[in-house]
């Protein structure tokens, strides 16, 4: 048996990670860590611009109202939602 050669596209990769089911498959799941997390927690995605993000979708969970904050300063709550969900 020969070996098999794999060759990586950027391109393709970049159009998968910006495609609009990736984009709604991240915003589902950040929707799901956000409403785990409780009252206070919110969560959302933007598409990243600039040369760091390559235009990507990126998905974040953070407070927003000060009892979220507590909340999470005093019981870690987002790092336990997240290593919930994986």
Do not use: C, H, W
Not at 10 to 20: K, L, Q, T, V, Y
Not at 24 to 38: E, H, I, M, P
Not at 56 to 76: E, Q, W
């Amino acid at each position: 048996m020969g070996k098999t050669k794999i060759t990586l596209r950027a391109a393709g990769f970049e159009a998968i990670r910006r495609a609009p089911a990736a984009v709604s498959l991240l915003q589902s799941k950040v929707d799901v860590a956000a409403s785990a997390a409780g009252p206070g927690y919110v969560g959302s995605v933007v598409q990243g611009v600039g040369r760091g993000t390559l235009g990507r979708a990126i998905g974040t969970v953070y407070t927003a109202d000060f009892k979220a904050i507590l909340d999470n300063a005093r019981n870690n709550t987002l790092i336990r939602v997240f290593d919930r969900l994986g």
